[in-house]
């Protein structure tokens, strides 16, 4: 008896094959890390613009604009982590 026309064009179904690589999991250090970093870097650019450049932070007025490299410093530090975090 000839086959019908529907079981010649049947397909097996693809199914993947099984993924040997486990998935990256960041170290439990990083975002908080990350984090501190980057607030640590906004509060200290804040607090120069605010209180340091005015006298009233004593340390901060003899850095003058070192301030914005220790603020931007911290800032580039949690951009740098971020590209680590999975």
Known sequence: MPKSR????????????????KPKVSPRWLAP????FG????????????AGVDGKIPFMGELGNWNL??????????????TRWH
Request: aromatic share 14%; hydrophobic share 50%; with cysteine.
């Open 6 to 21: 529907n079981d010649r064009k049947k397909k097996a179904v693809y199914t993947p094959p099984p993924s040997a690589a």
């Open 33 to 36: 890390t990350m984090l501190g």
């Open 39 to 50: 607030i640590f870097g906004v509060l200290w650019i804040a607090t120069y613009y605010i």
């Open 69 to 82: 490299a220790i603020g931007f410093g911290g800032i580039i530090i949690c951009v740098l982590l971020s």
